[in-house]
């Protein structure tokens, strides 16, 4: 009586989807994140520059479901696409807002300097002009530390959930 015992090793080779999913996506969230680097006063270039890193995260993640198995259930990979999705959008539509922070916050000024100017007083445009942008800068100073917190904390547990 001869028995035969064949093991057939199976393991998940994930450096495919490093490198065609993971690292493309991180990229391109890092490079839509990067417009929070440019000048205030270009709304137009921080808008673009997001905005095409939301386009091409969009196409992605078109490209990666074709490659992989349809399901009826939520994958992983598309929780890891919707983030990326929802947060690149989420940075546009703070360029958004900031900008028209930015031009009420010109329009208070120019209103505020009609003013000065009615009464005689000289000088002092400038510094209101100075503490408006200030609160600006702030603003998106913050924004700078928010959103790659906010990944951070994703990451974090996307990665404790895919372990189990």
Do not use: C
């Not at 490093?18 to 690292?23: E, I, N, P, S, V």
């Amino acid at each position: 009586h001869a028995q035969f015992i064949f093991v057939i090793p199976m393991r998940r080779i994930f450096t495919n989807q490093l490198l065609k999913t993971f690292f493309p996506i991180l990229l391109l969230w890092l490079f839509g994140y990067m417009t929070l680097f440019i000048d205030i006063g270009k709304s137009s270039d921080r808008f673009m520059g997001a905005g095409t890193s939301l386009l091409v995260i969009a196409t992605l993640l078109n490209a990666i479901n074709a490659d992989i198995p349809k399901t009826s259930y939520l994958k992983l990979i598309d929780l890891w696409f919707l983030w990326h999705i929802l947060n690149t959008f989420a940075i546009i539509a703070y360029h958004i807002v900031l900008d028209r922070m930015r031009k009420q916050f010109q329009t208070a000024d120019a209103d505020e300097i009609k003013v000065f100017n009615l009464r005689g007083v000289k000088g002092d445009e400038d510094v209101i002009e100075v503490e408006r942008s200030s609160k600006i800068r702030k603003i998106n100073d913050l924004a700078i530390i928010i959103f790659p917190l906010l990944n951070g904390i994703f990451y974090f547990v996307y990665f404790i959930l895919n372990l189990k």
